[in-house]
């Protein structure tokens, strides 16, 4: 079921998104706000949720949740105006009442530059109540990571 394995991490599902940095996204010594990374990472959640073939619009429709429970960050090195940045998403295993999302962000060069860890949970939209991720979810997932190539 994992796709690969990269130092000792393991990898069920992984989607990249690219965005550029605003000038207003960074701060007076040209480096990205340290509180906009947060939304990096919502960009990466939300495009690669879509390509497993779940917006979160279609979430929304069927009364599910996903509000964050946890996050944590390391930075490691500034991104700068104008920069390309690639936040690499990484789902590390099969959710159950908890989605896990791990980010990595990376500059045009390749350089790491700081990653999260992000902790959602399944909510019953009309209890407002957590429940299990439902079952035509999981299938999405299963679906397509059985019919993703793996990397070499």
């Not at 495009?47 to 509000?67: D, H, T």
């Not at 998403?89 to 500059?107: A, G, L, Q, Y």
């Not at 700081?114 to 399944?122: P, Y």
Request: charged share 25%; proline share 6%; aromatic share 10%.
């Amino acid at each position: 079921m994992y796709k690969q394995l990269v130092k000792h991490q393991l990898i069920m599902y992984k989607h990249c998104s690219n965005v550029r940095v605003r000038y207003g996204e960074t701060d007076q010594m040209g480096y990205v706000y340290y509180g906009n990374y947060p939304l990096y990472y919502e960009v990466g959640r939300v495009e690669a949720m879509r390509n497993l073939g779940i917006p979160y619009r279609l979430l929304e429709e069927k009364g599910i949740m996903l509000p964050v429970k946890s996050m944590e960050i390391k930075y490691k090195a500034p991104a700068h105006y104008d920069d390309e940045l690639t936040i690499e998403t990484i789902i590390p295993k099969m959710p159950d009442t908890r989605m896990t999302f791990e980010h990595r962000v990376f500059n045009q060069k390749g350089e790491l530059l700081n990653t999260a860890t992000l902790v959602l949970v399944f909510v019953d939209g009309k209890t407002k109540r957590p429940t299990m991720m439902p079952e035509w979810i999981k299938e999405i997932i299963l679906d397509a990571i059985n019919n993703t190539p793996t990397e070499s």
